[in-house]
């Protein structure tokens, strides 16, 4: 190793070190000092060359823990220590499962759809006085970016059954932007499916093919925020404006609309001028157009002029090629009983398997123990114990309004409006199925009810629900969810 290298890279942990957060005592600080320690005892810088630093790391899990809780002050440290514009690279070190002779050697693989370019605010075409709603008041730099991870590209996305027409449908639309039949295109599916990652994936094609185009991904919530900055500024029309400029629109949890009907007007002219000019538009959710209350009927019946396109959860031998290709680019190798007890066990959701990856990867990294089959189930185990949710009647709540998108302050209220006395009926229906409180208890913490209204609610539902589909389908969706 270069000498020099290794003197520059101890002045940037020492650096680093003298930097730390200081904590309210010594003890406190003896631990942050002992975290980092050991954090950074297994990272070598390997080569510098033209201003690009390649580190050595045992695993993908600390190129995501540097980049998140250390990258400000590892930027300080080598600006200070090389110089300005260093860029960051890393290698991954070799790992193996027990039971393998030899061990596996992989290097991180680069990223195969380059990060989307920073877009100017004003791309061709757009008028000087139009207001990116973007740009944080104070901040002179006007530049924005797509918002587009590169990690959620095609190349990464796993297909199965549970995916396959979507993902082809997707694939699709990234080839010809705005002229296909399938516009927009409504992903919909519970949480932790994948919707966004393949609506990512056809902003990433896009930048990637047609580089001049304009791509933005955000959540609706970064929508509505929006939206109600401009309308406090009296600058609605700018803000129409801004987005009238985008070739492809990805919307994320388009639900989050419910019961915003100014936000909603300000959308449904958006979508209107996109559509009518030929740009693309992409929206997830985690429920059919039909299903989402308290919304527009004039904008469900624009979600439904496209494809709507439902994810599922995945299976079996989806989940477990999600597992090879994740782990694969940690350079981690499992054995075939090791890859069947993960695939079997987490059967809900892609986030949540990915979740039990990383929680395996970094107790395997951290306690410098090999990979095996026993190591796996004590994690799971551990995990498993951790995160066991406790069923009350709060939880209950949050889960009910997160499901319908609406407020826990509008669930609690007097109002009588459908979309909001169901989801409070659901709400009071599982609270007595699912916890011992009494009708009583169960009115005062859903905004001082009668116990009768309680009761009330509790046999509407069951009855209810024997007799019309669409309630039904909220019984068995929100005990799901509560359950899980």
């Known amino acids: 190793m270069d000498e020099n290298l290794m003197l520059t890279?101890?002045?940037?942990?020492?650096?680093?070190?003298?930097n730390l957060n200081a904590a309210e005592d010594n003890s406190d600080l003896k631990k942050l000092e002992k975290s980092f320690d050991l954090l950074f005892d297994k990272v070598q810088p390997i080569s510098l060359v033209d201003n690009n630093l390649t580190l050595m790391v045992p695993s993908d899990f600390y190129k995501e823990y540097i980049e998140d809780n250390y990258l400000s002050l590892l930027s300080a440290a080598l600006k200070k220590n090389i110089g300005k514009g260093v860029k960051l690279w890393y290698s991954v070190m070799e790992n193996k499962p027990a039971g393998l002779e030899k061990p596996v050697t992989m290097n991180m693989k680069g990223k195969t759809v380059p990060t989307p370019k920073v877009q100017e605010t004003m791309p061709q075409g757009f008028s000087s006085n139009i207001v990116n709603p973007f740009v944080v008041p104070g901040i002179k730099k006007v530049n924005i970016d797509s918002n587009l991870k590169s990690d959620f590209?095609?190349?990464?996305?796993?297909e199965g059954e549970s995916n396959k027409f979507a993902a082809t449908v997707a694939r699709s639309i990234a080839k010809r932007p705005g002229a296909t039949a399938f516009n927009p295109l409504f992903?919909?599916?519970?949480?932790?499916?994948g919707k966004t990652h393949l609506g990512q994936a056809v902003g990433l094609e896009v930048k990637s093919q047609f580089p001049d185009k304009v791509v933005l991904y955000l959540s609706s919530e970064k929508f509505i925020q929006q939206f109600i900055s401009a309308a406090k500024a009296h600058k609605q029309?700018?803000?129409?404006?801004?987005?009238?400029?985008?070739?492809?629109?990805?919307?994320?949890d388009i639900q989050f609309l419910s019961g915003k009907s100014a936000t909603q007007d300000s959308f449904f002219h958006i979508f209107d001028y996109l559509h009518q000019n030929g740009k693309q538009i992409i929206l997830t959710s985690d429920k059919a157009p039909a299903d989402i209350m308290d919304i527009q009927d004039r904008i469900v019946s624009r979600f439904k002029w496209g494809l709507s396109a439902e994810i599922k959860s995945p299976d079996y031998s989806t989940r477990k090629q999600i597992i090879v290709d994740k782990l694969s680019r940690d350079g981690i190798v499992l054995t075939d009983d090791m890859l069947d007890f993960l695939a079997s066990e987490a059967k809900t959701?892609?986030?949540?398997?990915i979740g039990v990856i990383n929680s395996v990867i970094a107790y395997s990294t951290i306690y410098k123990s090999d990979l095996s089959l026993e190591l796996l189930k004590d994690t799971i185990n551990k995990i498993a114990a951790n995160q066991k949710k406790?069923?009350?009647?709060?939880?209950?709540?949050?889960?009910?309004?997160?499901?319908?998108?609406?407020?826990?302050?509008?669930?609690?209220?007097?109002?009588?409006?459908?979309?909001?006395?169901?989801?409070r009926q659901l709400a009071m229906y599982f609270a007595k199925e699912l916890t011992n409180a009494t009708f009583t208890k169960i009115g005062e913490e859903m905004g001082g009810k009668d116990h009768s209204t309680v009761m009330y609610a509790c046999e509407t539902i069951k009855d209810v629900s024997k007799i019309d589909k669409e309630v039904k389908k909220y019984v068995k969706e929100l005990s799901e969810r509560i359950k899980q």
């Open 237 to 252: 029309t700018e803000f129409a404006n801004f987005y009238q400029m985008v070739d492809v629109l990805i919307i994320d």
């Open 390 to 423: 406790i069923i009350n009647i709060p939880y209950i709540q949050e889960v009910v309004c997160d499901y319908f998108g609406i407020k826990r302050e509008q669930l609690l209220s007097k109002t009588r409006k459908r979309e909001i006395a169901l989801p």
């Open 187 to 193: 992903l919909y599916g519970g949480y932790g499916v």
């Open 9 to 18: 890279w101890q002045k940037c942990l020492q650096f680093m070190r003298d």
């Open 349 to 353: 959701n892609v986030r949540e398997l």
């Open 153 to 158: 590209s095609f190349d990464n996305y796993v």
